[in-house]
Nanobody, 124 residues
Framework: QVQLVESGGGLVQAGDSLRLSCAASGRTFSRPAMGWFRQAPGKEREFVAAISGSGASTGYADSAKGRFTISRDNAKNTVYLQMNSLKPEDTAVYYC?????????????????WGQGTQVTVSS
């Protein structure tokens, strides 16, 4: 089993920045892909960003491109999501996920483990 603990969420104003962290522990194969998804009230969970096991490849939702940056520290089994220029429409619960291989997918179905989520609220 793999445990994921997210942190860094909070209430901010539009234009502010937040940095989310997700620490993974437990047994998994070496260097799986890791990603971030989000779910707003009344909406389906959606892809935000992902990073390959090696860290060499990253992918972003159109809504995140240019504003969010995903990174990982394999020595700490931790993935980060730096979010800049936040907008009210970024308000959601953000979930960290561990992939089934070193390659990521933008589909919600392609992930093995999920964290409990951290709330991000952006006021206008």
């Amino acid at each position: 089993q793999v445990q994921l603990v997210e942190s860094g969420g909070g209430l901010v104003q539009a234009g502010d920045s937040l940095r989310l962290s997700c620490a993974a522990s437990g047994r998994t194969f070496s260097r799986p892909a890791m990603g971030w998804f989000r779910q707003a009230p009344g909406k389906e969970r959606e892809f935000v960003a992902a990073i390959s096991g090696s860290g060499a490849s990253t992918g972003y939702a159109d809504s995140a491109k240019g504003r969010f940056t995903i990174s990982r520290d394999n020595a700490k089994n931790t993935v980060y999501l730096q979010m800049n220029s936040l907008k009210p429409e970024d308000t959601a619960v953000y979930y960290c996920a561990v992939g089934v291989s070193g390659y990521y997918t933008m589909s919600v179905d392609g992930w093995n483990y999920w964290g409990q989520g951290t709330q991000v609220t952006v006021s206008s």
